[in-house]
């Protein structure tokens, strides 16, 4: 597949103020992000995409691709899909999106997402990593369950799958995967996706993955053997992510 992988960045978050612009180890996180996906050689081209000159401006410095977007974007996925849209960007068959508060995002995350579109023929596909019972209390951190060939079943931030007889602990132990935050997806479904409306289950857990997910277009999950972190969203997610981060690139 001839592969665009685009990283949305907007400037507006408000837990953590001119998120992309923070630095994270002397850089700007959004290029540490786009430095990661770049050194993965993964896609055929790696763009920015930004509704903000000022990050435009940076990221060009730092000799990124950048492609400035509409402001009125609800999400990072509406945001690629104006990328994708757009003609310079056409001839790509499938589309990854890498979002720009993941810098410690992993190769085999963004391979086996885009495995998902590619070998296994879905049209959107995503990744997961079993964690450890404790993430079932953690409301900001996201769960799938799949169901036998891969294909997510629902996605939330309660605890699933819920345990309703304790004999079942172990069983349970292997199904309890946290979804890790890359989307690969065919240009078709992506389309698709955004032309959709929001959907009330998207609402309710503020997750936007529920949408195609309601509408029946199918989403595989690649499970994927490593330790999976949560985005940087706070002062503090930032501050723990500079004390992780050399050690995390020796590692990687």
Not at 12 to 21: D, E, T, V
Not at 54 to 69: F, I, K, M, P, S
Request: hydrophobic share 45%.
């Amino acid at each position: 597949m001839r592969t665009l992988a685009v990283i949305p960045a907007r400037l507006g978050a408000s837990r953590l103020p001119r998120k992309p612009l923070r630095l994270l180890a002397g850089s700007p996180l959004v290029i540490r992000v786009w430095e990661r996906v770049a050194s993965m050689a993964v896609a055929d081209r790696c763009v920015i995409a930004t509704d903000s000159d000022e990050v435009a401006g940076v990221a060009r410095d730092h000799g990124a691709e950048v492609v400035l977007t509409s402001p009125d974007h609800p999400s990072g996925t509406d945001r690629v899909a104006e990328v994708s849209g757009r003609p310079e960007y056409r001839r790509f068959d499938a589309v990854v999106n890498v979002q720009g508060d993941e810098p410690f995002v992993t190769e085999s995350a963004v391979r086996g997402a885009m495995d998902q579109v590619g070998s296994k023929g879905f049209p959107l596909g995503t990744a997961a990593a079993r964690a450890p019972t404790a993430i079932l209390d953690e409301p900001n951190v996201v769960k799938v369950v799949a169901a036998d060939d891969g294909r997510a079943m629902y996605f939330s931030r309660a605890a699933i799958p819920y345990l309703r007889d304790a004999a079942e602990e172990g069983l349970r132990s292997m199904r309890i995967w946290q979804h890790i935050g890359v989307y690969a997806y065919a240009r078709e479904a992506l389309a698709r996706w955004v032309a959709l409306p929001p959907h009330p289950l998207e609402r309710i857990e503020r997750l936007e993955q529920l949408r195609p997910l309601a509408a029946g277009i199918a989403m595989g999950v690649a499970l994927v053997n490593e330790s999976p972190r949560v985005g940087i969203d706070t002062p503090e997610d930032l501050t723990r992510a500079n004390a992780d981060w050399t050690d995390f690139v020796r590692r990687s």
